[in-house]
């Protein structure tokens, strides 16, 4: 399972609207940094059989069952700290990071 907060949702939603088109968020890893792997976000056009899809306020999640071992859990939240803001993960299965925050280890 994964978990978008509700101003995480808020913000795909505005997106996708700004946009024009769009099913949802697709969420995965990929291989990168000095941790070994990283998030990857994109917007779903056209939908995966294969994909596992979660759907909270109204936002669909596609996720690919290879990412979803990583994934499952997963917590989406989208935060504004001062004059940054950006999506949050709080993933159960990670056991470290790097220094940068770039990429992560499990």
């Not at 994964?2 to 088109?21: D, P």
């Not at 070994?36 to 596609?62: I, S």
């Amino acid at each position: 399972m994964i978990y978008l907060t509700e101003s995480a949702a808020n913000h795909v939603a505005n997106f996708l609207k700004n946009r024009g088109k769009g099913e949802g968020i697709r969420v995965g890893v990929k291989t990168s940094g000095c941790s070994g792997l990283a998030y990857v976000l994109e917007f779903v056009d056209d939908t995966n059989p294969h994909d596992q899809v979660f759907e909270h306020f109204g936002v669909k999640v596609f996720v690919d069952p290879k990412s979803l071992v990583y994934l499952n859990g997963l917590e989406m939240d989208y935060v504004k700290n001062g004059l940054n803001e950006g999506f949050e993960f709080n993933n159960p299965n990670q056991k470290g990071e790097c220094g940068c925050g770039e990429s992560f280890t499990v």
